[in-house]
């Protein structure tokens, strides 16, 4: 028998089809060109422009002194579900308990295992338009079908109820809300997320709250559904990332019913055993220690919100004015292009990355999303090039 040579192109068995099928994120396209673009500005970035907080990255340096090098509980450390417990009262006004919370490698690895434990081949699952773009992913690798509501620009990105009533067919098994929201950095109105804890309680569908953006606000308190829907099927998605720049530790956490929570402990253990342990000290030091460093990032936000905001509003393309997470969407249909070209275009001539509404659905194809984690001269610059160029096209059609 020959063996195959090694790298001789050969047939390979099918993958699974919808997992392969589904499109690589718009974002990456403009960031790894970003990164081929020497001085580009990048404000397509979605994670923090600041450092972990010393006393977190200590708390990690001691838990290796100390041997917390080994598998915790699936679910995590009890001593941190219980600080979780505290601050999902402090801060969410959600009551909870240990056995309620699991722990899990960043709010995307508890969304997912979330949406494993919660959703069947053939299930329709209810998607804000625009939305994160890993929730379209979840749904082909759990072979459900991801339908949209849309949260429309004219009404402030804010979701459209009577449309997401509409979608609902017997097939719905779940409705994902994320308020603060990525991309448009809006806060859904309490009544809002009010009628749709209802509608999701009356007609017997589970909610999944992303709230990865929940103390990254710019005016106002958190507003968890949970809090004022104890009893509605809700499962909730925190992660530590944002709040207290912590992207890298990859640890994130979700309050549940503790039999949606168990079952998502199963499925966690076959994705990853349970969390890092180092990052879990290190999150515990973030629970316990001083909250002044969130008050200071979020400070910087609302500054830079207010600046980018400014400069939009001056040329008339601002669309929202966004009042958590880091991101303002604005406004480039003057320039007659679709956004991903538009992107692709302010890239190459004004060396500005921002990602391409487009990448969010179908009601941000006009708009583009600027990340507001960046450093207020790289947002002048950048914003301003970015309103040059929408005039330049403008003209150009004429
Ligand atoms: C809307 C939304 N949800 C969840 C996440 C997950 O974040 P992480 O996995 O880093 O905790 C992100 C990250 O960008 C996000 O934008």
Known sequence: MTMPMHGRAQALPPQSRESAETAHSGIREIANLALLTPGAIRLEVGQPDFPTPA????AAKRAIDDNWTFYTETQ????????LVAKLARVNGVAATPDRITCGIGGVGVLAAAFAALVEAGDEVLLPDPAWPNFRIM?????????SYRCPQEAGFQPDLEHLESSI???????VVNSPNNPTGVVWSRSSLERIAELAQRRGIWLLSDECYDQILMDGRPLSPASFAPDAPIVSGFTFSKTYAMTGWRLGYAVAPAPVIDTMAKVLESMCSC????????AEAALAGPQDCVAEMNAAYRRRRDLVAGILRAHGLLTA??????????????SGMPSREFALSLLRE?????APGSAFGAVAAGAVRVSLASSDDQLREGVSRLCAFVRKCAEARG
Request: with cysteine; charged share 20%; proline share 9%.
């Open 55 to 58: 006393h977190v990255g200590e």
């Open 169 to 175: 067919t017997p097939h719905t098994k779940l409705i």
């Open 76 to 83: 995590g450390l009890l001593s941190l579900r219980e600080a």
């Open 275 to 282: 969390p890092p342990t180092i990052s879990q000290k290190a």
């Open 350 to 354: 004004r060396a500005v990355a921002v």
């Open 139 to 147: 749904c082909a690798w759990t072979h459900a079908r991801g339908k």
């Open 321 to 334: 004015l966004p009042e958590g997470a880091f991101y303002i969407m604005a406004d480039i249909t003057p």
